[in-house]
């Protein structure tokens, strides 16, 4: 076999994101859905309710389910560096192949500082007791250490947001407008748009 011949069947096998690649982006977007109004709808009814039932019960199924995603996205970011991703899609312009790897490895970023943001926050708050089961802290407690942590964690998670509507925003433009192979790419089962 030629050596070209070789990398043309190996840039083909790469086209697609694997069958485990597509379940962790799934499974995170998910719950990510669930994560970001949960926050949102919790701090939200417990400020205009007084903190009055099920404000804490909220608040621990947040805690818990962002400590989840957290030990979800270390599985995935591992996942990502030992298997790689595809070659980008052919008929992307320089510029769309740099902002989509910029925002990529932007959402990565986020999915890891969010929740360690939100970890840091609720320990200098002190006890981490979701549902009576003591997590470890990750700092001793201390008020104006929480604000400071809430703050950062607020702030990181709409940027997160905002990231994510820009990419959700370009899988849709490239679907419906650019009608490329893009979204085909990471959807669950569906080969690629050209059937190659
Ligand atoms: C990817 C994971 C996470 C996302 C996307 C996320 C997102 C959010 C959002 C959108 C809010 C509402 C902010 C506001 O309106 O003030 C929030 C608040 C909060 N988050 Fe998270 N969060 C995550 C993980 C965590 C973790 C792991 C913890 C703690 C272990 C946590 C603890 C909290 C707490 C206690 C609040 C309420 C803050 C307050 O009352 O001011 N979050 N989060
Ligand atoms: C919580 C929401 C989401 C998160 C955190 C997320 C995260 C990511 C990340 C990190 C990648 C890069 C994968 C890699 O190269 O390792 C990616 C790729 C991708 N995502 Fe999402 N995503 C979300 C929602 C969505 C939604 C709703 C769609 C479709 C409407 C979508 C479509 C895609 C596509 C098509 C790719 C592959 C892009 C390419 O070909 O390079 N994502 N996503």
């Known amino acids: 076999m030629r050596p070209d011949e070789k990398k043309s069947k190996s840039a083909v ?6 069958a485990g690649a597509r379940h962790f982006h799934w499974w ?3 719950l990510i859905a ?6 949102v709808i919790m701090t939200w009814y417990g400020e205009k309710y007084n903190f009055a039932s099920p404000t804490a019960q909220m608040y621990d199924s947040h805690k818990l389910l962002g400590i989840t995603i957290l030990i ?5 970011f591992a996942y990502r560096i030992l298997h790689g991703a595809p070659g980008d899609e052919p008929t992307l312009e320089p510029w769309q192949r740099m902002i989509s790897h910029i925002t990529h490895w ?3 970023a986020l999915l890891f500082l969010v929740p360690i943001l939100g970890w840091l926050a609720v320990s200098a708050y002190g006890p981490f007791k979701p549902f009576g089961i003591p997590l470890p802290a990750l700092l001793a407690e201390n008020g104006d250490r ?3 942590f809430f703050t950062l964690h607020k702030g ?3 940027l997160l947001a905002l990231l994510l509507c820009m990419h959700v925003g370009a899988a849709i433009f490239h679907y419906v407008i650019r009608k ?4 085909n790419r990471m959807w669950p089962g569906l080969p690629r748009r050209d059937g190659k």
């Open 28 to 30: 995170t977007v998910a």
């Open 156 to 158: 990181a998670a709409i």
């Open 106 to 108: 932007s959402i990565y």
């Open 180 to 183: 490329d192979g893009v979204l």
């Open 72 to 76: 979800i996205v270390i599985a995935r």
């Open 13 to 18: 096998a790469h086209e697609t994101y694997s």
């Open 146 to 148: 929480a604000t400071f």
């Open 34 to 39: 669930i994560q970001i109004p949960l926050g």
